[in-house]
């Protein structure tokens, strides 16, 4: 029984890499081969499914964009081992192969501004390779696997503190607004690398005679896809800490916080059809009250 299988030399890549791998045939009996061919193809695609109508013309249609970002292909003959005598020349003509496992070579670069895979609520970015051997007159093997690629390594970012207050300097949720309790938070920069750790003061000022629990802490990722017009927008990635509060019954304290940023997210980006963005929400868990929340936008490379 013949088969086709790929092979890539890494388990992920890196964008600007050189991806390298190497196709490799095995046949049972002479086989005529025309070609072997390799294709790598990588695009952006969201997707948002609206409905449409109502009664006997209700119906849901699912919107899409897609954004090419690789397709390239390439014919290996010529690359096969000389004893096999082959012309690299040779368009249209068959190659016999004899019985055995025969291994071609490949390689291909990834675009610098290759996106990193992801696979979200309305948005995906992925990559695709694909193998065939082609036989004339009868079915051609075909492999194909999924290219990983992983986000650049980040560079060093120099960012200027940032304050946040209920009264002047972040975004407060209408919920988190109290007459009685007022804080404010200090971070010493907002852009961040994947696996850093975010360390940060709160300021508070408590008139309200309720006792302050916990410093509750939420990193998450906000998707925003658009598609056909239609755009969405959902929370894909999150992770949240809980800080106990020290000195909870004083009407003015101050305590530090950290929260790390995981290694494995995608980082901030922003794309034709869909963006990642992150933010830091920062609340207080108030005794017998409505929690008081802020929050900021950061970067994430």
């Given at each position: 029984m013949s088969k086709l299988e790929l092979v890539l030399s890494?388990?992920?890549y890196k964008p600007g890499d050189k991806v390298e791998g190497n196709i490799l045939l095995s046949i049972d009996k002479e086989t005529k081969v025309r070609d072997i061919v390799i294709e790598v193809y990588g695009e952006e695609y969201t997707h948002i499914t609206r409905t449409h109508g109502s009664g006997k013309n209700?119906?849901?249609?699912?919107?899409?964009?897609?954004?090419?970002?690789?397709d390239e292909s390439q014919s290996?003959?010529?690359?096969?081992?000389?004893?096999?005598?082959?012309?690299?020349?040779?368009?249209?003509?068959?190659t016999?192969?004899?019985?055995?496992?025969?291994?071609?070579?490949?390689?291909?670069?990834?675009?610098?501004?290759?996106?990193?895979?992801?696979?979200?609520?309305?948005?995906?970015?992925?990559?695709?390779?694909?193998?065939?051997?082609?036989?004339?007159?009868r079915f051609d093997l075909k492999a194909e696997d999924n290219i990983r690629v992983i986000p650049a390594d980040a560079k060093e970012t120099t960012t200027q503190s940032t304050t946040l207050e209920e009264k002047s300097g972040g975004k407060i949720m209408p919920q988190a607004l109290s007459p009685d309790i007022k804080m404010s938070v200090q971070l010493?920069?907002?852009?961040?690398?994947?696996?850093?750790?975010?360390?940060?003061?709160?300021?508070?000022?408590?008139?309200?005679?309720?006792?302050?629990?916990?410093?509750l802490l939420s990193l998450y990722a906000n998707e925003h896809a658009e598609a056909g017009g239609y755009t969405e927008d959902s929370t894909v990635m999150e992770t949240s800490e809980k800080v106990p509060v020290t000195y909870s019954d004083l009407n003015y304290f101050e305590q530090t916080f950290k929260i790390q940023v995981p290694n494995d997210i995608i980082p901030t980006m922003s794309k034709k059809y869909f963006n990642i963005n992150w933010y830091l929400n920062i609340g207080l868990d108030v005794a017998k009250a409505s929690d008081l929340e802020t929050e900021t936008d950061l970067i994430i490379t």
């Open positions: 890494q388990e992920s209700k119906r849901t249609v699912t919107h899409t964009e897609h954004v090419e970002i690789i290996l003959l010529g690359q096969f081992d000389k004893t096999f005598q082959l012309d690299p020349y040779a368009k249209g003509k068959n016999i192969l004899p019985v055995g496992q025969h291994c071609f070579k490949f390689s291909f670069q990834l675009p610098n501004d290759a996106a990193p895979t992801y696979d979200g609520s309305n948005a995906e970015v992925s990559y695709e390779i694909y193998a065939k051997a082609d036989r004339p007159w010493n920069k907002t852009a961040y690398k994947r696996g850093e750790t975010i360390e940060g003061k709160l300021i508070v000022n408590n008139n309200s005679g309720k006792s302050i629990r916990n410093i």
